[in-house]
RNA sequence: GGAGAGGUGGGUGAGUGGCUGAAACCAACGGUUUGCUAAACCGUCGUACUGGGAAACUGGUACCGAGAGUUCGAAUCUCUCCCUCUCCGCCA
């Protein structure tokens, strides 16, 4: 959600920025509703103040024993215009918060303007000496992660589809070692390496978490919902992770802190079928080990690039090709300022696969889920701090990368390095 | 699923419908004292919205789980809802 004061002061930025996001939101009509508000709150209080000091009065000729009647009936007209007013009131403030918070982040000025994933900015790529090239025609078959799965008997799509339905993947032997191996790597890698805290989550949370992070109201229809208990299924642990905060004010040195956890993650994928749905490249059900920064506002530019470095080093260790790009703003989520998304190179797909995107909210998130902090120590103001996120990473994309980058002339697969001491075997087949 | 208890500031916890934004205590912060620590003493110590002011600051309004009602006036009375905890049953 954005600051109201900042949709006052620089409404032409705020109009700018929404357009530059590609989303709609009409800035002018909150200014209006904004003026509308403030006056009606001027007209009610100057009734409530009148409204206290006469009750004050009644109290005092009460207890003088004298006679309070005719005021008691002026305060009777004045409480009836005061229930108007009220009523009036809470229908613009409804209003103005639903318009306010369908307005979108605005981008950060280092975010490169454009319309979409076209206009993206390749920072930079990494690939390992020892895989293969990525350009060159490869010397061997390339078989992709479907075929490597089916192969080793490691990836069951057939079977997830019987038990749940398709995009359940099911991990059968080693491939069920090897993703479990990938969690217990990067969890230990942030946690030791890279100062990170544990945590893990619930799977489900209350609509008022979704809330906080923004996954609603616009998303509503990408998630899993248990309509009994009003509970959501998670598409990623940003949201508990982040929630945990809400509606709390942290000390000075809590900020900023680091977290880091595993969840399964659940997506709906409403409306998606027919694109890149293929085995792991978009399921409904997928495992991820999430990286969530509380910062500092003057901070917070700095902790997504070692966001970013962190999860970098992931993709080093594990010796997977990949690439970094900067989101233009079009491409941008809706409560990010800048995000930057990290692929990883599939050689059978012979494209880029998306496996983390690192984001800095600024105080979007902190906002709308009321989380803050004494920048000074106890006596300061609270103020909004700053809450980034990112994926450290997704094993669905990731499990691709390894099976098709790690394999063989024969169709086997290397265990990548770091992973050895976690799955206990060095080679699949 | 059954039975019960309870939601008041950072915490504990008072609070006969008007003098209660809210006692007291603890924590925290600033200070005095002190060789150091401790103790003691003094002071400060909610948030949001809104107006004035360049600002320090200041006027007003609201907030005692949420919402509605009664009333000139509600933390206090009534109703509805939500949440937390305890015990029993069932179960991983």
């Known amino acids: 959600m954005l600051d109201m004061k900042r949709i006052r002061e620089v409404p032409e930025l705020v109009r700018q920025g929404v357009q530059n996001k590609n989303e709609k939101g009409d800035v002018d009509a909150v200014l209006v509703i904004d003026r509308r508000r ?15 000091v006469v009750s004050q009065e009644i109290a005092q000729l009460k ?41 979108p982040n605005i981008c950060h000025e280092s975010v490169p303007v454009g319309r979409s994933s076209a206009d993206n900015v390749e920072l930079r790529s990494w690939v390992p000496p020892h895989t293969m ?31 749940s339905g398709s995009g359940f993947p099911l991990y059968v032997g080693q491939g069920a070692t090897l993703e479990r191996a990938l969690i217990n790597f990067m969890l230990d890698t942030h946690l030791r390496e890279h100062g990170y805290r544990e945590v893990f989550p619930p799977f489900v949370v209350n609509t008022e978490s979704m809330y906080g992070t923004g996954q609603l109201p616009k998303m509503s229809e990408d998630m899993y919902r248990c309509a009994d208990d009003d509970l959501y299924l998670i598409p990623t642990a940003e949201v508990p992770i982040t929630n945990m905060y809400r509606d709390e004010i942290l000390e000075a040195e809590q900020v900023p802190s680091y977290f880091c956890g595993y969840s399964a993650c659940f997506r709906r994928e409403a409306g998606s079928y027919g694109k890149q749905t293929k085995g792991f490249l978009r399921v409904h059900q997928f495992n991820k080990v999430e990286l969530v920064k509380f910062a500092r506002p003057e901070q917070s530019y700095d ?21 970094v790009l900067l989101l233009c703003s079009g491409d941008t989520s809706f409560s990010s300022a800048k995000t930057y998304d990290l692929e990883v190179w599939s050689p059978a797909e012979n494209t880029w696969l998306e496996a983390s995107s690192c984001s800095n909210f600024e105080d979007f998130q902190a906002r709308r889920a009321n989380i803050r902090f ?12 700053h809450t980034l996120n990112g994926s450290g990473l997704a094993t669905s994309r990731l499990m691709v990368a390894i099976l098709e980058n790690y394999q063989t002339p024969e169709g086997k697969i290397i265990v990548p390095k770091p992973l050895q001491p976690y799955t206990g075997f060095t080679m699949i087949g």
């Not at 215009?81 to 306010?100: A, F, P, T």
């Not at 990525?134 to 997830?160: A, T």
């Open 133 to 163: 090239r990525l350009n060159e025609e490869p010397e061997h078959v390339v078989l992709d992660h479907i075929e490597l799965g089916k192969k080793h008997g490691i990836l069951d799509f057939d079977r997830g589809a019987k038990l």
């Open 63 to 103: 207890k003088e024993k004298k006679d309070a009647d005719d005021k008691i009936a002026e305060m009777k007209v004045v409480s009836d215009s005061i229930k108007q007013l009220d009523e009036e009131l809470r229908i613009v403030d409804v209003d103005l918060r639903d318009r306010v918070l369908a307005l």
């Open 38 to 52: 403030r006056d009606i709150i001027a007209e009610v209080e100057q009734l409530k103040n009148t409204r206290n």
């Open 303 to 323: 902790e997504l690039e070692s966001l970013v470095g962190n999860v970098e080093h992931i993709l080093q260790l594990l010796e997977i090709p990949y690439r």
């Open 374 to 385: 004494r920048p000074e120590g106890a006596q300061s103001k609270p103020q909004f701090l």
